[in-house]
């Protein structure tokens, strides 16, 4: 409990609307995971793995409407529709809060009430955020266990500041008197809002229980919320991982990364390095809390403190640290579930035999449904939910509350066709557009998208604001860092020939590429300029012992201004719906990058 006037009022305020049974404020304590665990045993909404194979680790599978993030009930609602932009769902705040607070009306009867105090950030660092989470789902209690800092510090913290960010969560299932519960409690899409009052920096969520819908730390407040705070007050809320390679001298570089989800995010910040003597440690997985440090440079803390992970295609060949990372104290949701008590996903890189998949139905992998198609045993956007501290290549100063200054940005998505192995940016104005210009094909973490979409710095479901502002932030970021600005690059691991085979073998191997921007960054290596930015000359990116053959490597360099012009108009028509938002530094970089291609 706490002293604190202001939550308490808040406390007794959502108690009075959603009048649960009762409320349990949680302090973070294992004694508190593991009791909210047994029930659920023991209720039948989760399953006990094998302790021996799999210590302290447990199975949930989720109501299959309720399986990713809903990105178009998700909303922006400030109180200016224009400050939501062209790339945000918009409700009046007024209007909004009338629909919720009557679904919200009793919602949560039958049920605990759950006050969690949560830090983002190391507790304490002068870069973390002191929230709390109200919600009704004992499964969002242990996720946020691992996925955040949980304690009763925070509610301390709380006294001394008098601030914190409310985030109110619901599944949007109240029961009845004597009603049975059902394992995964949530309510039916149309009634689903994930809600963003941005001029409070206030959350509500309802009816869904799912990960960025209900883990309200994630998304909801490290991207959306945070990167609102982050404009006003000249600092950076990114969609990126954090990673250290370092070099056989023993120097450090650090790399911030973004990339939309399914693109290998996760394998890139645990990636086993094949360049001999150089080294990667893993500071964070999704998301950058970057702010100029007192030399000018830009320092970057992860502010979670576990990684909710896709698991299809987490295998030893393309990350063993991963699997690592969720051999113990994991929760998995929507995978298959083996008989003697461990999991498996597609493409896990180990033979099942079979068990029940993440519909609660037996399954082996010969089955086919009605089409003929091969059923999956696991969703595709099936999650691990694993401490951060498990990860053997954790750095060992990951929760150094100062942050680590960032050299290197990447930007890039999932490109079969058009886009090379790697670019640099000309400068840092040039890197913005490329970040900005960003394009992927679909992924299964969200719900609704298009085949192909532009991702501006993949943030496009996360900015919290006008997407135009958000670009003019990321120059203004630029002049204030000046030549301090981390160096600008774009990759994309994903191309294939016309019949479908890889260009690149990618994991481990993109060691080589992140090398070669290391080595621009110390000017150890030049660069060969074309119409879209600087590119490896002939031998700067080693490939010895890779069997490429000299065709493919040719096809993975190749800059086809034709086809380029032609994404070009894409581009602009994208860049349009920005408006008179849209940065007038983008249009001179698009009109350069025109004139380039010729
Ligand atoms: C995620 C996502 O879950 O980006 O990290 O969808
Ligand atoms: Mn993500």
Redesign the pocket.
């Known amino acids: 409990m706490t002293k604190n006037k202001k939550l308490l009022a808040w406390v007794a305020e959502v108690e009075k609307m959603c009048t649960p049974d009762r409320v349990v404020w949680c302090d973070g304590s294992k004694a508190e995971y593991d009791r909210l665990m047994a029930e659920m045993v023991a209720s039948g909404a989760a399953i006990k793995l094998n302790e021996e194979k799999r210590p302290n680790s447990f199975a949930f599978n989720s109501d299959p409407s309720d399986v990713a ?1 809903v990105e178009n009930r998700t909303y922006i609602a400030s109180v200016n529709k224009e400050d939501a932009g062209p790339t945000n769902n918009w409700i009046d705040p007024v209007e909004l809060k009338k629909t919720m607070t009557e679904l919200y009306a009793g919602c949560m009867k039958g049920r605990t009430m759950y006050v969690i105090p949560f830090s983002m950030g190391p507790i304490g660092s002068p870069i973390a955020k002191n929230a709390i989470e109200i919600t009704d789902s004992p499964y969002v209690v242990c996720n946020m266990h691992i996925m955040t800092r949980v304690s009763t510090e925070v509610l301390r913290l709380i006294e001394k500041t008098d601030e914190f960010i409310p985030c109110l969560h619901s599944v949007g299932a109240p029961l009845e008197p004597g009603q049975k519960d059902v394992r995964w409690p949530c309510a039916p899409l149309e009634k689903k809002y994930i809600a963003h009052f941005t001029d409070e920096n206030l959350i509500w969520s309802y009816g869904s229980g799912y ?2 819908n209900a883990l309200l730390g994630k998304k909801c407040l490290a991207l959306r919320i945070a990167s609102n705070m982050a404009r006003k007050e000249g600092w950076m809320a990114e ?1 990126m991982l954090i990673l250290r390679f370092t070099n056989p001298e023993g120097k450090q570089f650090h790399i911030a990364a973004a990339f939309p ?1 399914a693109c290998g995010k996760t394998n890139l910040a645990m990636l086993q390095s094949t360049v001999p003597g150089w080294k990667v440690e893993t500071i964070g997985d ?1 998301i950058a809390w970057m702010k100029p440090g007192p030399d000018g440079r830009l320092y970057a803390i992860n502010p979670e403190a576990g990684f ?1 992970g896709v698991a299809p295609g987490t295998a030893a060949y393309s990350n063993p640290m991963a699997l690592a990372a969720c051999a113990k104290d994991a929760i998995f949701t929507n995978v298959v579930v083996t008989p003697d008590l461990d999991v498996w996903w597609e493409d896990m890189g180990v033979k099942c035999e079979g068990g029940t998949d993440w519909k609660n139905n037996p399954w082996t992998p010969d089955m086919k449904d009605a089409e003929g198609k091969k059923i999956k045993g696991a969703h595709p956007n099936s999650r691990f939910t694993a401490r951060a501290a498990n990860c053997p290549v954790i750095c060992p100063d990951w929760e150094d509350p100062a942050g680590v200054p960032i050299d290197i940005f990447v930007f890039g998505g999932k490109r079969t066709a058009v886009m090379p192995l790697v670019h640099e940016a000309f400068n840092f104005e040039h890197g913005v557009y490329m970040g900005a210009t960003a394009s992927s094909e679909a992924t299964a ?2 719900l609704d998208q298009a085949a192909l979409r532009f991702d501006p710095f993949a943030m496009t479901p996360f900015i919290g604001y006008h997407a135009g502002d958000y670009l003019q932030h990321w120059f203004d970021m630029g002049d204030l860092l000046g030549d301090k600005a981390p160096r600008c690059f774009y990759v994309n691991w994903f191309r294939k020939t016309d019949d479908g085979k890889w260009l690149w073998p990618g994991f481990g191997e993109n060691s080589r590429v992140l090398k070669w921007m290391c080595d621009r960054v110390e000017g150890k290596v030049g660069a060969r300029e074309t119409a879209i930015g600087l590119m490896p000359r002939e031998g700067d990116l080693t490939l010895e012992g890779l069997n490429i053959p000299a065709a493919d490597w040719a096809e993975l360099m190749k800059v086809d201004k034709e086809l380029f012009k032609s994404t070009l108009a894409d581009a602009e028509k994208y860049l349009a719906a920005f408006g008179d938002k849209l940065p007038v530094r983008m249009k001179e970089q698009l009109e350069a990058l025109k004139k380039r291609l010729g």
């Open positions: 993030r990960g960025g969609h989800s999704d909710f973490a969200s």
